[in-house]
């Protein structure tokens, strides 16, 4: 399993998206616990969805028009007490922010701990399979080469790697992981290289392994590297 950039970028941006509906009910919670009006919500219906066993006791409400002005329903499952209470009152304690009633948060609700559970694990699969990855790749930084092609790079069979030849060139096979019109970037076991390609061509795609005569660049910092990008 080989990790590259984009490997990389893709999980950052998938763990992302998997946090995003938590954080934005945890950030919208806490401002409706700062900055939310207390109101009474009418009761249209309360009802045990549960069992005599195992209760689970549901309100169905409607809040004041100033608060949701299109006076939609909403329900919320509460604790004993409050359910109890708002059946015999008819009202239940609401705090919520002006204009926005999704956000409400009935007094003696029973939140669910479904959406941390469940986004907890999916967390512990994004580390375990970023741990992975890293320790594919030995779980260090390695060095990146640049040289300077003096051939078009080609097709090759087997592992990567770097062969010095007797005329002070190297050949240098490995998978490839970027590539441009300008640049190759090859992996190898114990390195990266960066093949400038000066005029020559590349045939081979990016996952497949390739293979070039080349020298060391005359300008380690030459152009871009495609690593860093």
């Keep these: 399993m080989r990790m590259s950039r984009s490997s990389i970028v893709l999980l950052v941006v998938v763990i992302a998206l998997i946090n ?18 207390e109101v009474q919500a009418t009761i249209n219906e309360a009802k045990n969805l549960g069992t005599s066993a195992e209760p689970s006791w549901w309100l169905n409400y409607t809040l004041p028009e100033s608060v949701d002005p299109e006076q939609g329903k909403w329900s919320a499952e509460v604790d004993a007490a409050t359910y109890e209470q708002a ?19 009935v007094t003696g609700e029973i939140r669910s701990s479904a959406g941390l559970v469940g986004t907890l694990v999916a967390d512990a699969v994004m580390a ?3 741990a992975l990855l890293w320790r594919s ?23 990567g790697s770097w062969e010095d030849l007797d005329d002070g060139t190297v050949r ?45 660049a005359t300008n380690p910092n030459g152009p871009t590297n495609p690593a860093s990008r």
């Design 172 to 216: 240098v096979s490995g998978d490839v992981l970027e590539a441009d019109q300008h640049e190759v970037l090859l992996e190898l076991e114990d390195r990266l290289v960066r093949v400038v390609l000066d005029g020559h061509a590349s045939a081979v795609d990016v996952r497949q392994t390739a293979q070039v005569r080349a020298r060391h």
């Design 87 to 105: 059946e015999r009152d008819g009202t239940v304690a609401v705090t919520a922010l002006e204009d926005q009633p999704e956000s409400a948060i």
């Design 128 to 130: 375990a399979l970023l």
């Design 20 to 37: 995003l509906p938590l954080v934005l009910a945890t950030w919208t919670r806490s401002s409706v616990e700062r900055n939310g009006v």
């Design 137 to 159: 790749r030995g779980g260090r930084l390695r060095e990146v080469v640049t040289v300077e092609a003096l051939e078009d790079v080609s097709p090759a069979a087997g592992a």
